[in-house]
């Protein structure tokens, strides 16, 4: 028990980090207007938001149920893999916790939470293979961007790929000067696969990822170029409301908190 449970908080913070802060498939947006009792306003948003993610979270691990009954969890994990996300997988391990032990409830959960694990896991695997035959064709650097590109088109170069990308600098950059190209080429393919991620996002996401990325001087003046205030009357229909850049940031702070919360069970070897 003890190890499926490392196990399972491990593939937690996996997917911690690979549930995009920008989006939620699930998620009605809940308008509850503007007043200044803003505390008032964020608790009821907060209970509004825990009880549509409950049902939700509900939904899914019924779905899974079904699956698993009719002996194709297999298949539903994987179509629905992108949605369990850390507070998913938290869910559902509060549920497995609610059973008895031996009970048919928990043998039936611990059977969804295994599957979405191996799931996982074999994204990463794929991600490393991947990558492996992208570094194969260095130092072509335009073969290795098109071999990207095509990733990126077959919905291969995934957040899992990024995990795996990101965990191989950080590797090359402990590796010393004589892995000073090593770096260069991954960080390169690291800013490519951002751009490309950049094109399919919110303009508030695409605006709040430039902002993380470009130094602390151009901020400001990015911000005064690419954001307007809610009482603007702008037809510029690239420019980003100011509310909804702050709610990218705050959907970004939230995931960053959740990863910090288990940060020390986060096992850096997972993928070499």
Same mark, same amino acid.
């Given at each position: 028990?003890?190890?499926?449970?490392?196990?399972?908080?491990?593939?937690?913070?996996?997917?911690?980090?690979?549930?995009?802060?920008?989006?939620?498939?699930?998620?009605?947006?809940?308008?509850?207007?503007?007043?200044?009792?803003?505390?008032?306003?964020?608790?009821?948003?907060?209970?509004?938001?825990?009880?549509?993610?409950?049902?939700?979270?509900?939904?899914?691990?019924?779905?899974?149920?079904?699956?698993?009954?009719?002996?194709?969890?297999?298949?539903?994990?994987?179509?629905?893999?992108?949605?369990?996300?850390?507070?998913?997988?938290?869910?559902?391990?509060?549920?497995?916790?609610?059973?008895?032990?031996?009970?048919?409830?928990?043998?039936?959960?611990?059977?969804?939470? &295994?599957?979405?694990?191996?799931?996982?896991? #074999?994204? =990463? !695997?794929? $991600?490393?293979?991947? *990558?492996?035959?992208?570094? +194969?064709?260095?130092?072509?650097?335009?073969?290795?961007?098109?071999?990207?590109?095509?990733?990126?088109?077959?919905?291969?170069?995934?957040?899992?790929?990024?995990?795996?990308?990101?965990?191989?600098?950080?590797?090359?950059?402990?590796?010393?000067?004589?892995?000073?190209?090593?770096?260069?080429?991954?960080?390169?393919?690291?800013?490519?696969?951002?751009?490309?991620?950049?094109?399919?996002?919110?303009?508030?996401?695409?605006?709040?990822?430039?902002?993380?990325?470009?130094?602390?001087?151009?901020?400001?003046?990015?911000?005064?170029?690419?954001?307007?205030?809610?009482?603007?009357?702008? &037809?510029?229909?690239?420019?980003?409301?100011? #509310?909804? =850049? !702050?709610? $990218?940031?705050?959907? *970004?702070?939230?995931?960053? +908190?959740?990863?910090?919360?288990?940060?020390?069970?986060?096992?850096?070897?997972?993928?070499?």
């Amino acid at each position: 028990k003890n190890q499926f449970h490392a196990k399972f908080l491990c593939i937690i913070l996996f997917a911690s980090i690979v549930s995009p802060f920008m989006t939620n498939l699930f998620k009605r947006q809940v308008d509850l207007g503007r007043t200044s009792y803003l505390t008032d306003i964020k608790s009821a948003q907060s209970n509004i938001v825990e009880d549509e993610n409950s049902a939700v979270y509900s939904a899914l691990v019924s779905q899974f149920k079904t699956a698993h009954s009719n002996n194709k969890l297999n298949q539903s994990v994987e179509e629905s893999l992108d949605l369990c996300d850390y507070n998913f997988l938290m869910f559902l391990n509060e549920k497995i916790g609610s059973f008895e032990d031996e009970s048919e409830e928990k043998k039936e959960h611990l059977a969804i939470a &295994e599957q979405i694990n191996k799931a996982m896991q #074999a994204r =990463l !695997i794929r $991600a490393d293979t991947n *990558l492996r035959d992208i570094f +194969s064709m260095a130092p072509d650097l335009k073969k290795m961007e098109s071999k990207l590109s095509n990733l990126f088109r077959i919905g291969q170069a995934d957040t899992a790929f990024l995990v795996t990308l990101n965990m191989n600098i950080a590797k090359a950059k402990e590796s010393g000067p004589e892995a000073d190209d090593a770096v260069k080429i991954l960080t390169h393919l690291n800013t490519k696969l951002m751009e490309l991620e950049d094109q399919r996002a919110p303009k508030e996401v695409r605006l709040l990822r430039k902002l993380l990325r470009c130094d602390k001087s151009s901020r400001k003046q990015m911000i005064r170029n690419e954001v307007i205030n809610d009482s603007d009357n702008s &037809e510029n229909d690239q420019m980003v409301p100011k #509310a909804d =850049l !702050i709610d $990218a940031i705050n959907e *970004l702070m939230k995931q960053a +908190s959740q990863v910090q919360k288990i940060s020390p069970a986060y096992d850096s070897d997972i993928t070499e």
